[in-house]
């Protein structure tokens, strides 16, 4: 299911951990199909947990840990958790269904449940709530951010992760507002002629967006600096090869600042990247990212043999509705 946005970052962009003091803490996992055979838990202050599968399958491990907020993470998918003096924590759950399945039992979970459960809650909200009018989705917001409070009022919940995620709640409203604007507007390019551009290659020489006309253009906008850009490059390789020699193009454009041309270079060779590889020419203020009103990345457009806008807001390489799309529109 595609993401919007995450509510881990926000509450993580919100808030310090609480208290210095540092608790004991007993964590286990048992995951089914996992993404990695180590599991990393991260904080403020540089905080990381890493803890390896045993030999029975089960990550285990006792550390101390201010108590908190937190994020763990599987490999490629993260999510909140709440640390507090003396947890012990037992977490279960099916990767494949990373966010549906997590289910937190011990001493001290509540909160960690909590967290999990509003995930998902978010995550029904931008599925549903982006496609409404305007008014409507005013009004749906409003009726999540007072539902939100009820539900961690009625709680039996640690005061100040109350406090927290009243905060959190806060950044959710005003960032889901920008969202929907940013969305809208995405989908009122559809149809629409695209935005050109002409960009340095890095086979060289410069290449514009009409020199590719008469294919279907997938167009990842990256940088190096961005972590989750880097986390769908071997995903966008093996659509590349899936796709090679149907009438599309995978062009990747990088909107690293002029003063780091020498590292895109340096990266796309170390990592062998395919496609077109751009650098664009004036980072995030270039003509064609700001006509696309990107305001973060990775970003995927999807663009027709004419020229015009598929999708200004398209699938990521990792997410299997992509390649459903993909093989509707190449066979």
Known sequence: MKKLFVTGLLIFSALNVIGQAKNQIKFTAKIENRNSDTLVIKGR???KQVIP?????VFAASFEAPKGFYMFSDGVESSNIYLKPDSEINLTMNAKEFDETIVYKGKGVNESNFLAQQALKDEKFQNEAFAKESAEFATLLETKKKTDLESLEKGDYDPEFKTGLKMSFESFNQYAAQEYERTSKARKMIGKASPQFDYENF???KT????LKGKY????LWATWCAPCRAEIPYLQKIEEKYHGKNIEFVSISIDKAKDNAKWKKFVTDKNLGGVQLFADKDWESE?????GVTGIPRFILIDPKGNILNSDAERPSSPE??????TLLN
Do not use: C, E, R, W
Not at 53 to 57: A, H, P, Q, T
Not at 288 to 292: G, I, L
């Open 45 to 47: 202050n540089n905080f």
């Open 53 to 57: 599968i045993d030999k029975n399958g």
């Open 203 to 205: 086979k060289g020489g």
């Open 208 to 211: 514009k967006l009409s020199d």
């Open 217 to 220: 253009i997938y167009i990842d």
């Open 288 to 292: 064609f990212v700001v006509n696309y």
């Open 322 to 327: 992509l390649q459903k799309q993909l093989d």
